[in-house]
């Protein structure tokens, strides 16, 4: 939702400057710069990303209009099932919880915990690790490694997206300025024209420029790094998993396994310890 307010403000101060100064809002309607300004950017990105990025920066737009789904109450389910996890675990040894990662469709656990389904492949992540722990033979050191690797690849994986926006962003200036000098040659084929019509052709010519700079930096650049910040989030999302898992595997009792968890949350989302608390007591 910040993107929509923040393009509408964007947008908005251009438009509301541009006509309090006397200008005529139609002057900036030059749809064919803009074809020639999105096209050559949109080429550009297709024949510099593989076609799987490609289309996962089309898939991201409708990332950009939702809010974040990484908030207090998502970290307060996922402290919650880990502890179900943890506390069944201890409880039962390491086979008791195989039912549940057998399938978690059907498990009391992961059912309580529907939050945790909405994030693409976090339940996964769980089972595998899991799966894991109770096969046996694994040395702390060696799963600990095991995670970083595949939380590597995965911060590796999510940054794919946000890195082709940023290209296009840094390309989109040098597409604007094709787009004037087309316009500028087009002016010049008109040079014995009346003053009025090469006006109009050297203004077409200076809103590509203008399109070009604008949504580089004040549209898809700011994209970027909104993808940024998401797949941070992510990041730290699923590190909270790792370190919460990796207590409980050293022998932490369920509540201090959560609580390393916890600890490594930023703290705009970082639930307190009365929170958690309470939260894992509720059936």
Known sequence: MNVVIGLLVVLGSCVAGFMLSGGELLALFQPY????IGGA????????????????????????????PYKKALYLDLLALLYDI???????GLLGIEKDIDDPAASPIFSKHTGIAKIHGATDF??????????????????DALFDAELETHHTESHLVSG???????ALPGFGIVAAVMGIVITMGHIGGPPAELGHHVGAALVGT?????????????MSVYLEHISREEAKFYECIKVSMMASF???????????GRKILFHSVRPSWTEVEERVKQK
Request: no cysteine.
């Open 33 to 36: 710069e803009l074809l020639i």
């Open 41 to 68: 950017a949109l080429g550009a990105m297709v024949m510099s990303n593989p076609l799987g990025v490609t289309i996962n920066v089309m898939k991201s737009f409708a990332t950009l209009v939702k809010p974040s």
């Open 86 to 92: 943890f506390n069944k675990m201890r409880r039962e």
């Open 126 to 143: 769980i089972i595998d690790y899991l799966r894991v722990m109770t096969l046996g033979g694994v040395a702390a050191h060696d799963l």
């Open 164 to 170: 082709a926006m940023s290209k296009v962003a840094d």
């Open 210 to 222: 203008f399109l070009g700079i604008l949504l580089s930096y004040g549209v898809v650049g700011p």
């Open 250 to 260: 050293s022998g932490a009792p369920p509540q201090l396994a959560v609580e390393f």
